[in-house]
């Protein structure tokens, strides 16, 4: 797979905005440790960030917060909730230079094709500030694949994704958690939980 983004599943988050604003993403764990890390009212980009469930609680907690979302859909669904605007932004068009103290990319990666990956988290990179923050969670695996609601997934394995993070660029550090549950199609599933921080 070359393309940038995968098509079925943008068409999936394009056509059921609604369904999937109604499945709310936890605001504790990895979202209330990774806010702990950055300063007072620091400036984060939210890629992928659906119904704008932890956009809302970020704002909540006095946060600069940039939500951003590759569905039209599912930006203005998240725009509706926030009353401010949701830009539309596919990863891949991510160009911003050293803008931001945090990346907050929860459960939306995971959709990047494999051989794309290493490029989206090198923007990221990118858009950080010296010594920024980068969260993102993955549903893991050996290999790519796609679940029966048709959405395309690169299913990494840890050592997979640090080798992929590492052609990114250098990382001060790069810390991986897993947990378990189940997604959106109902099945159970295993998540990495990373969190990268760019060198000062
Ligand atoms: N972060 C939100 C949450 O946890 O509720 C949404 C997670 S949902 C599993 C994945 C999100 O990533 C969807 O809102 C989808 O539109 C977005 N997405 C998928 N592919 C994308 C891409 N290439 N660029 C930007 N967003 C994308």
Not at 116 to 126: M, N, P, S, T, Y
Not at 133 to 146: M, N, P, Q, T, V
Not at 172 to 177: E, H, L, M, T
Request: proline share 6%; aromatic share 12%.
């Amino acid at each position: 797979m070359t393309d940038a983004f995968d098509a079925a599943t943008l068409r999936f988050y394009r056509g059921n905005a609604d369904a999937y604003a109604e499945r709310k993403p936890p605001l504790d764990g990895p979202l209330t440790r990774f806010l702990a890390e950055l300063p007072r009212g620091a400036a984060i980009l939210e890629l992928g960030c659906g119904a704008g469930y932890q956009a809302e609680a970020m704002l909540a907690a006095g946060f600069d917060v940039h939500p951003t979302d590759g569905s039209a859909e599912m930006a203005a669904t998240a725009s509706r909730r926030l009353g401010r605007p949701v830009a539309t932004l596919l990863f891949h068009q991510l160009d911003a230079v050293e803008a931001y103290d945090g990346v907050w990319a929860y459960a939306c990666l995971l959709h990047v094709p494999r051989d794309e990956l290493a490029g989206v988290l090198a923007r990221i990179r990118r858009a950080l500030k010296p010594g920024g923050l980068f969260y993102a969670s993955f549903k893991s695996g050996e290999d790519e694949g796609r679940d029966r609601l048709a959405r395309y997934y690169n299913y990494p394995s840890e050592p997979w994704l640090r080798q992929c993070y590492a052609e990114a660029g250098p990382w001060a550090s790069i810390a991986v958690d897993t947990s378990s549950g189940k997604g959106f199609d109902q099945e159970q599933a295993h998540f990495l939980h990373v969190t990268a921080r760019k060198p000062e």
